[in-house]
């Protein structure tokens, strides 16, 4: 804590900045199925198992902000426009839809958790104050669930090699890389 003091004058205090994180949670179902359209039906079926047909899921999404509490609110955002943003990210483009089909994001790119907490963060991005979004946490199930704050390009599309997480398809044969 600052004093400031100026002769003849009352004496002020200056509080230091205090910054927050806060979390707000949505939810949506959506449908998708995992696979490249360069692959194979089989290929596919190898490389996503079960998941390789649509399916769907009942996500949450957690969205987590980050600044400074501001003094007159003691807000760090106004919950009012984080949920109106949350809608227009999230909800309007995401809820009761199949994702691959519906979602010109994921037209070519894969629909994995991973990539949707990429689509969520660069969406959300659009309506946040500029460094405001700290992190996207998406659960595909209570399990399950992918972490993401922004440090990554976007999403390689499926086409020629299908990616996904990074990873050429040949480079995931072993069980532990499939969402069986």
Known sequence: MEISRVPGEAVQVIAPRRTATFSRIDTFSASHRLACKSLSDAENKKLFGPCSQRHGHNYKVVVTVRGEIDPMSGMVVD???????????????????????????FANVASTTENLAMFIWESLQKHLPENTLHKIKVYEMDELSVTYKGEAPSPSPCLGVCTVRGFPAEELNSPHERRN
Not at 80 to 103: E, G, S, W
């Open 79 to 105: 919950l009012t426009d984080l949920k109106a943003y949350m809608k227009q990210a999230i909800t309007n483009p995401l809820d009761k839809k199949h994702l691959d089909q519906d979602v010109p994001y």
